[in-house]
């Protein structure tokens, strides 16, 4: 187990640049969220995979932002068009999920994020 | 709708002071998990512990204890005999369906 690493820790673009930020899990961990925080705020959901599913997106993630997990594996979460306000930290998590009757969900296990600034 | 709510925005004490850390929680889902998890300086989140909502019972585990009342929708966190390196900020989280919804996080500072 090594952990989520993200790539890269810190990235200042101009805006309008396109920037391109990457995910690697835990890998027995099936399940990947991407999140978002701002300073004196909580992770906020952005999306999330299950395996190389993209099952759930949330309103706050406009058109500019696209993450994919081609193969289940790693994940990138792609801004074009960055505007300053998606100056943020960018949080990446894994977990392990098991439907069924004996539903489980482990913990969400970060990554150290990705520092975003756009100038 | 679910919503994490922790009051406490800074809390500072003294090494050695227990302190405890207010989470209260709203959701209609009879099957959920709360966690708390710690954010040091470095920036990176990590897991300290989760209850499902069917455990009530209070665990102690190390310096670290809980409380969770599900009449109340709360589940506090204590740490007991804080030392220097418990500074943090420490966020409640709500994990229900396939989310996992997160509080604003108490920031706490231990002054040696």
């Known amino acids: 187990d090594t952990g989520v690493s993200q790539d890269p820790r810190h990235k200042i673009t101009k805006r309008g640049q396109n920037v391109t930020f990457r995910c690697d899990p835990i890998?027995?961990?099936?399940?990947l969220y991407w999140y978002r925080q701002t300073l004196g705020q909580g992770p906020e959901f952005l999306t999330y995979f299950q395996n190389e599913a993209q099952l759930e997106k949330s309103r706050l993630l406009s058109d500019r932002f696209s993450a994919e997990r081609p193969k289940g594996s790693f994940s990138t979460l792609e801004i074009q068009r960055t505007e300053q306000g998606d100056s943020a930290m960018y949080l990446c998590?894994?977990?392990?999920?098991?439907?069924?009757?004996?539903?489980?969900?482990?913990?969400?296990?970060f990554g150290n994020g990705t520092r975003l600034t756009v100038t | 709708a679910q919503k994490v709510t922790q009051a406490q925005t800074e809390i500072s004490v003294v090494e050695k002071e227990d302190v405890t850390l207010d989470c209260v929680y709203e959701?209609?889902?009879?099957?959920?998990?709360l966690f708390w998890y710690k954010q040091p300086p470095s920036g990176e989140l990590v897991f300290l512990i989760r209850r499902n909502s069917f455990d009530e019972q209070n665990e102690i585990s190390g310096r670290y204890s809980w409380n969770f009342q599900k009449s109340t929708s709360s589940f506090n966190f204590t740490i007991t005999a804080s030392q220097v390196v418990d500074s943090a900020v420490y966020f409640c989280a709500l994990h229900t369906g396939n989310q996992f919804y997160f509080g604003t996080g108490t920031s706490l500072t231990v002054i040696p």
């Open positions: 959701t209609r889902d009879t099957t959920y998990y």
């Open positions: 998590a894994s977990s392990s999920h098991v439907g069924g009757l004996s539903s489980y969900n482990s913990p969400l296990h």
């Open positions: 890998s027995e961990h099936n399940r």
